[in-house]
């Protein structure tokens, strides 16, 4: 792509008219042509930004904890980009669901995942409403796979995808702010829907 400098313009944003626009992309200035936006609000595109409002607000809800945002921006660092790059990228990359999404005390659950975290650190975890266990450790997983699990007790259970070299000093695996995703995007109703399963 062409490079634009100006000894005059040191900081130009926008558009000009329906022709040029200028920007910024981590300090670098910018332009590119400008394209009429389209929005046909498709159940797939809806599914989609569904999805990505889920990972953006998982990953500031995150980051509440400064350490936390620390670990994950050293993760980024191989990158050269920030630890909400990384997180969002691999998040959208990846999906995760279960079947059935209920049942009765001993339920035997088929857990299906399309795995977009670099394999040799991504895991999938459970969730039981207090405490995270690893189901399938890193470095066990393919791009994409499906498993059987059995859930023998009564509760609310969520399945997530997981980065385990992510940890803060002292933490051992596994912890929540690994877990990126336990969704996956319905392009057929326009949602995201949760690896959740409900057992009675």
Request: glycine share 6%; net charge positive; proline share 6%.
């Amino acid at each position: 792509m062409p490079k634009w400098a100006s000894p005059i313009f040191t900081d130009i944003r926008n558009a000009i008219g329906q022709n040029v626009v200028f920007s910024q992309w981590k300090g670098r200035p910018y332009m590119r042509s400008w394209v009429k936006p389209a929005n046909p609000r498709t159940p797939a595109q809806m599914a989609i930004r569904e999805y990505h409002k889920l990972l953006v607000k998982r990953y500031q809800e995150l980051m509440a904890d400064a350490d936390v945002k620390t670990a994950w921006n050293e993760e980024a660092l191989p990158y050269v980009v920030s630890g909400y790059n990384i997180f969002v990228k691999w998040g959208r990359l990846s999906e995760i669901s279960v079947s059935p999404s209920s049942g009765t005390a001993p339920v035997d659950v088929t857990v299906t995942y399309k795995c977009g975290i670099p394999l040799a650190k991504a895991a999938i975890l459970l969730f039981d409403g207090s405490s995270w266990s690893i189901i399938k450790d890193k470095g066990t997983l393919s791009e994409e796979g499906s498993f059987t699990h059995t859930l023998d007790a009564a509760g609310t259970y969520t399945f997530w995808l997981a980065d385990l070299d992510v940890l803060k000093s002292g933490d051992s695996s596994p912890q929540p702010y690994q877990a990126i995703t336990k969704w996956k995007p319905d392009k057929t109703n326009g949602v995201a829907v949760e690896a959740k399963v409900e057992v009675s």
